[in-house]
C-alpha cells in the first residue's frame, strides 16, 4: 500500500516523533520529522507537505503558527494540533486558527491515522476564523472534558443549534455562554431563561413578548426573549419542563423563523441561535408524549453532554483551586491552600450538587476557615457527614482502584508501599477510637500484637509531627 502523500510531523518529543513516524510509515506514508517550527518552517521554502502533525508547545514558537507559514507560502494543506496541555482556550484557539483537528495527548494512533485520512480527504484546512475574547472558563483534565472542549472549538465556526445535558450544576450555562463567545454571534446579546421557573402562563409572553391589551394585566406592549436576543443567542435551560402546547410553537419558530406576539398581528422575524439544555432524559419524555420528538430533534442538532463531577475527580484539584482564588479575589481575603488528606476527603465525596456545590465549598471555606491551610476539621459537617453515610454507596475498593488509576496516568511511583502506609494508618486509628485509645483491645481487633500496633502508631505520629509541627504542638498544647 502506498499513500502517496507526505506527512511531517513536528515534535520536540523524540518518541513522539519515532512512534508517529512507524505507524505512519506502516501504512504507507511518506514521513518527515522535524523538532521545531524554525526547521519546519525552513522546509517549506521547497517542499509541499500533504498533511502536517504538530504539536502546539515547542521550544522555538508555538506550532500552531505553522498555519501562518503556509498561509503566507499559499500552501493549502490539513494541519492537525497535537497537544498534552489542552484547555479550552487552546482549543478554541486552535479550531479558529484554522487547524483541521485538535488532539489532546495521549492519543490512540488508529484515531490519528483515521484523522489524517479524513485530513487528506477533505484535502483543505479549515476556513479561518477571527479569536473572540473569553469571558467564561472551563476547567478539566479529564477525557470526558477534554471532549467538551473540543466540541466547543469544532462549533466555534457556527451557530448550529446545541442540545447541552448534564446534572444539576453541572454547568451547562457557563458551556452555554461559552458556546455564544466564541460564535460568529458573540458580538450579539446572550439572553438566558429558566423555563421551569416561570409560571406556564407566563412563559409564551416572556418568549415571544407581548401587545398591550392581549390578556388582563397587559398594560404596555413587552418585547420577548427572541427579539432582546436577536442577532445573538437565546439560552433556554431547563428545555424538558417546557409545556406542550409552548413546545409546538417553539417548534414552528424553529422550523419557520417567524412568530407573532402575543395578541399580535406583525409577524417577527427570529433570529437568535437556540442553545437549550436539561437534566431530564428527553428521549424518555418523548417516549412518554411529554415531549414533541419533532422539536426533540431540532434541538438536538449537536448533543454536549457533561459529566457529573464525581465521575471526573481528577478535575477536582484543579477546580478546586482555581475557585479559591477567584473567591479570594473576589472578596478580598487571603486565599486558602487544601492540606492533601483534605483535598482526598473532597475528591472521595459523592457531589450531588456538582461543580456548584464545589464552588459554594470554596466561597465556605474563603470565609470560615481560620488558616491559611484549610484541614479536614475545616470542613463543614454536612459535607462529612453526608461522606460518611455514602461510603457504604461505593466500595473502598473502587476507591481505592480510581486512587491508583490517577496516579498511574500523573506519572506517579511507589504506590503500593504509600496506599500501604496510608491504609495500616487509617486501621489503626480507626481500631483505637473504637476502644477509646486502648491499645491491647485495638491490636486484638486488628489482629496484630499490641508491640506491633505501638510500634507503627509512634511511626505514624513521627510523620505527621514532621508533615505539620506547628498544628500538633498547638493541639498538644491543650
Known amino acids: ?25 506502516r501504512k504507507g506514508y511518506g514521513v518527515r520529522c522535524f523538532e521545531s ?26 506550532g500552531l503558527s ?6 503566507k507560502l499559499s500552501i493549502d494543506c490539513p494541519v ?29 494512533l488508529e484515531q490519528v491515522i483515521s484523522v489524517l485520512e479524513r485530513a487528506l480527504a ?14 467564561g472558563q472551563l476547567l478539566g483534565e479529564s477525557q470526558a472534558m477534554q471532549e467538551v472542549f473540543r466540541t466547543i472549538g469544532r462549533l466555534s465556526r457556527s451557530d448550529i443549534n446545541v442540545l447541552i445535558t448534564g446534572e444539576t450544576g453541572s454547568g451547562k450555562e457557563v458551556v452555554a455562554r461559552v458556546l455564544h463567545q466564541h460564535s460568529p454571534r458573540a458580538d450579539s446579546p446572550f439572553v438566558a431563561i429558566n423555563t421551569a421557573a416561570i409560571p406556564a402562563e407566563l412563559l409564551e409572553s416572556e418568549l415571544f413578548g407581548h401587545e398591550k391589551g392581549a390578556f388582563t394585566g397587559a398594560h404596555t406592549r413587552r418585547v420577548g426573549r427572541f427579539e432582546e436576543a436577536a442577532g445573538g443567542t437565546l439560552f433556554l435551560d431547563e428545555i424538558g419542563d417546557m409545556p406542550l402546547a409552548l413546545q409546538t410553537r417553539l417548534l414552528r419558530v424553529l422550523a419557520e423563523g417567524d412568530y407573532y406576539r402575543v395578541g399580535g398581528r406583525d409577524l417577527l422575524r427570529a433570529d437568535a441561535r437556540v442553545i437549550t439544555a436539561t437534566h431530564q432524559d428527553l428521549e424518555e419524555k418523548v417516549r412518554s408524549g411529554s415531549f414533541r420528538e419533532d422539536l426533540y430533534h431540532r434541538l438536538n442538532v449537536i448533543n454536549i453532554a457533561l459529566p457529573p463531577l464525581r465521575e471526573r475527580v481528577e478535575d477536582i484539584s484543579i ?79 473502587e476507591s481505592l482502584r480510581r486512587w491508583a488509576s490517577r496516579e498511574l496516568l500523573s506519572g506517579g511511583t511507589d504506590l503500593f508501599s504509600r496506599a500501604q502506609a496510608e491504609f495500616e494508618r487509617v486501621m489503626i486509628d480507626c481500631a483505637l477510637d473504637q476502644t477509646g485509645g486502648q491499645r491491647q483491645k485495638a491490636a486484638e ?16 505520629d513521627s510523620e505527621r509531627e514532621k508533615d505539620n509541627p506547628v498544628r500538633n504542638q498547638a493541639a498538644g498544647g491543650t
Open 319 to 397: 477546580l478546586t483551586k482555581r475557585f479559591l482564588e477567584q473567591v479570594a479575589g473576589e472578596l478580598g481575603l487571603e486565599e486558602k491552600q487544601l492540606r492533601p488528606e483534605t483535598m482526598r476527603i473532597l475528591e472521595s465525596y459523592r457531589w450531588p450538587g456538582n461543580v456548584r456545590q464545589l464552588l459554594n465549598l470554596c466561597r465556605q471555606l474563603c470565609v470560615m476557615a481560620p488558616g491559611a491551610q484549610v484541614f479536614p476539621d475545616d470542613l463543614p459537617a454536612d459535607l462529612l457527614d453526608s461522606g460518611a453515610s455514602e461510603a457504604g454507596d461505593v466500595a473502598w475498593s
Open 1 to 25: 500500500m502506498n499513500n502517496q502523500a507526505d506527512i511531517w510531523v513536528v515534535d520536540d518529543d523524540e518518541a513522539i516523533r519515532f512512534v508517529l513516524n512507524r505507524a505512519l510509515q
Open 66 to 71: 505553522v498555519v501562518d507559514t503556509l498561509e
Open 445 to 460: 481487633l486488628l489482629g496484630l500484637g499490641r508491640n506491633t500496633l505501638t510500634r507503627k502508631k509512634q511511626k505514624f
Open 80 to 108: 492537525i494540533a497535537m497537544t498534552a496541555y489542552s484547555d479550552l482556550t487552546q482549543a478554541v484557539n486552535a479550531y479558529q486558527k484554522g487547524v483541521f483537528e485538535y488532539l489532546p495527548k495521549p492519543f490512540d
Open 122 to 135: 477533505t484535502g483543505k484546512a479549515a476556513p479561518k476564523e477571527s479569536a473572540q475574547s473569553s469571558q
Open 37 to 62: 517550527v524554525g526547521a519546519i518552517r525552513k522546509a517549506l521554502e521547497s517542499g509541499r507537505p500533504g498533511a502536517i502533525l504538530t504539536d502546539i508547545r515547542l521550544p522555538d514558537a508555538d
